[in-house]
Antibody, heavy 112, light 112 residues
């Protein structure tokens, strides 16, 4: 069955970076784009962007340009999202999604 | 960015009751290709969002047919015909017609 398995929770310091992974299984990885979504209690769900898993092409929400970098490793059917220059406002649950399937979410906590 | 306004923010229902959730868009969601990229998600407590309805009215595989979607342009509705206990959670509309994709703030369905 289709699964998107995300990496575990991250505790990071302000100014640092984290890289979250999303390993796909149960389908042809390059047949579907992977999107990334941020969820916070205050802001709800926010769309970060998507990556074309075949070409590696990306499309970002302007709000997250410079904050998020999306990449993909076709050999391992894994998508990645790196978040840089972290601030407490980046604390959230981050999801990868194939529209019809979502990962379990990765909690990122930014604290000194 | 397109703003999706969901009402009501909270919905109290008894088992078996029929309920509706409204999602109004600040812009028409009719794409130039003729599709309307308005979808509905359900996030149960402690879980990732799951796709219920896509392209306004198409039922995702495995979703009970007590769920239905309707609407066009800027006004959309999700109806649950006979609420069951497993339907409790937060419902979100999401649009994919205009970049960046955006989400409604959610409607929490509770038991009365």
């Amino acid at each position: 069955q289709v699964q998107l398995q995300q990496s575990g929770a991250e505790l990071a310091k302000p100014g640092s970076s984290v890289k979250i992974s999303c390993k796909a299984s149960g389908y042809t990885f390059t047949s579907y784009y992977i999107s990334w979504i941020k969820q916070t209690t205050g802001q709800g769900l926010e769309y970060i962007g998507y990556i074309n898993t075949g070409s590696g092409g990306t499309n970002y929400n302007e709000k997250f340009k410079g904050k998020a970098t999306l990449t993909v490793d076709k050999s391992s059917s894994t998508a990645f999202m790196q978040l840089s220059s972290l601030t407490p406002d980046d604390s959230a649950v981050y999801y990868c999604a194939r529209v019809d399937y979502w990962g379990q979410g990765t909690l990122v906590t930014v604290s000194s | 960015d397109v703003v999706l306004t969901q009402t009501p923010p909270t919905l109290s229902a008894t088992i078996g009751q029929s309920v509706s959730i409204s999602c109004r868009s600040s812009q028409s969601l009719l794409h130039s290709n003729g599709n309307t990229y308005l979808h509905w998600l359900l996030q149960r407590p402690g879980q990732s969002p799951q796709l219920l309805i896509y392209l306004v009215s198409r039922l995702e595989s495995g979703v009970p047919n007590r769920f239905s979607g309707s609407g066009s342009g800027t006004d959309f509705t999700l109806k649950i015909s006979g609420v069951e206990a497993e339907d409790l959670g937060v419902y979100y509309c999401v649009q994919g017609t205009h970049a960046p994709y955006t989400f409604g703030a959610g409607t929490k369905l509770e038991l009365k």
